[in-house]
């Protein structure tokens, strides 16, 4: 297979165990704890955190296995508000779009949900009774994980555990494509478990028990694939920073890449205290740069800025 020269570096990488990679020789990232940043109303909890999403005005979007799935804060972890009613049955991954909708991945539903800023329902995709689809369903998914959005709202799903696949769908939930399928080779997944677009349209799939990010094209052409960083379980594009960030969810770390899957530095390691990790789920970035992530083990989001 023919590799443009901008690519040959990731490929390359791809072949090299982590220390060669550099991940090792790795420096620190330079993102400090905020301590205590989210300021629950009291006798409030989060429960098993899997996905946050940052919207337009930097607010933070928290979805949970708790009593209250749907929580938002401000910047500075002030609580804004959550949703008294979310007709999910397992929460995973959540994104806010370019429009300001709130989009919900309900894994154990099979099905991917869209509501305004305030909670009302505008839009589901899932089969009759929300049981699981197969991969060749244009409008229904097997425990689906996460989605990311093109700036005129298109947007890619990823499908996740059981179709391990990406599926592609217009703003107004039209069908366009999908690719993949469950294996080890070019544009096959073993748990397709995020899914996050760069500037150019590039479409980043986190192929977590493979361990590696594989690489495509807007139409979803393959174009390489990197490992060498552990497991990618959560991904998130920063786009002042032209740069992929990544949950290793088996190191409990953040991974900072550039987009030719070279390391650029590391975050946190496995523990219960504030400022470590336990299952490091999912993340997003905020318009300042600071990193917000959740946990699936330690029930919470933690806040690093720069």
Same mark, same amino acid.
């Given at each position: 297979?023919?590799?443009?020269?901008?690519?040959?570096?990731?490929?390359?990488?791809a072949?090299?165990?982590?220390?060669?990679?550099?991940?090792?020789?790795?420096?620190?990232?330079?993102?400090?704890?905020?301590?205590?940043?989210?300021?629950?109303?009291?006798?409030?909890?989060?429960?098993?955190?899997?996905?946050?999403?940052?919207?337009?005005?930097?607010?933070?979007?928290?979805?949970?296995?708790?009593?209250?799935p749907?929580?938002?804060?401000? *910047?500075?972890?002030?609580?804004?508000?959550?949703?008294?009613?979310?007709?999910?049955?397992?929460?995973?991954?959540i994104?806010?779009?370019?429009?300001?909708?709130?989009?919900?991945?309900?894994?154990?539903?099979?099905?991917?949900?869209?509501?305004?800023?305030?909670? *009302?329902?505008?839009?589901?995709?899932?089969?009759?009774?929300?049981g699981?689809?197969?991969?060749?369903?244009?409008?229904?998914?097997?425990?689906?994980?996460?989605?990311?959005?093109?700036?005129?709202?298109?947007?890619?799903?990823?499908?996740?555990?059981?179709?391990?696949?990406?599926?592609?769908?217009?703003?107004?939930?039209?069908?366009?494509?999908?690719?993949g399928?469950?294996?080890?080779?070019?544009?096959?997944?073993?748990?397709?478990?995020?899914?996050?677009?760069?500037?150019?349209?590039?479409?980043?799939v986190?192929?977590?028990?493979?361990?590696?990010?594989q690489?495509?094209?807007?139409?979803?052409?393959?174009?390489?694939?990197?490992?060498?960083?552990?497991?990618?379980?959560?991904?998130?594009?920063?786009? *002042?920073?032209?740069?992929?960030?990544?949950?290793?969810?088996?190191?409990?770390?953040?991974?900072?890449?550039?987009?030719?899957?070279?390391?650029?530095?590391?975050?946190?390691?496995?523990?219960?205290?504030?400022? *470590?990790?336990?299952?490091?789920?999912?993340?997003?970035?905020?318009?300042?740069?600071?990193?917000?992530?959740?946990?699936?083990?330690?029930?919470?989001?933690?806040?690093?800025?720069?």
């Open positions: 297979m023919m590799y443009s020269a901008r690519l040959l570096p990731a490929v390359i990488l072949c090299l165990p982590a220390a060669a990679a550099g991940l090792d020789g790795a420096p620190t990232l330079p993102h400090k704890l905020v301590p205590d940043w989210a300021q629950l109303p009291d006798g409030w909890n989060l429960g098993e955190a899997s996905g946050v999403s940052v919207d337009k005005l930097d607010n933070v979007w928290v979805f949970n296995r708790g009593a209250h749907v929580v938002q804060f401000d *910047k500075t972890g002030r609580f804004l508000r959550a949703w008294k009613e979310v007709p999910v049955i397992s929460s995973h991954g994104k806010v779009d370019p429009r300001g909708d709130v989009w919900l991945v309900d894994v154990k539903g099979h099905s991917i949900l869209k509501f305004t800023s305030s909670g *009302k329902l505008r839009m589901v995709i899932a089969n009759a009774g929300r699981p689809g197969n991969n060749d369903d244009r409008y229904s998914f097997n425990q689906p994980t996460g989605l990311s959005f093109k700036p005129n709202g298109d947007f890619y799903v990823s499908d996740g555990y059981g179709n391990s696949r990406i599926v592609q769908y217009t703003a107004n939930g039209e069908y366009v494509r999908h690719w399928k469950k294996g080890t080779g070019n544009s096959e997944f073993d748990i397709a478990h995020d899914v996050a677009l760069d500037k150019t349209g590039r479409v980043y986190a192929d977590r028990t493979n361990e590696r990010i690489v495509f094209d807007a139409d979803g052409k393959f174009l390489t694939k990197w490992s060498g960083f552990g497991a990618p379980w959560g991904l998130a594009y920063a786009e *002042k920073e032209n740069a992929l960030y990544m949950c290793d969810g088996n190191n409990n770390r953040v991974v900072k890449l550039n987009l030719d899957g070279q390391v650029q530095g590391v975050l946190g390691g496995f523990g219960k205290a504030p400022g *470590k990790f336990d299952f490091a789920h999912h993340m997003a970035v905020d318009s300042e740069g600071s990193l917000y992530v959740v946990e699936i083990k330690n029930w919470r989001v933690q806040k690093f800025s720069r």
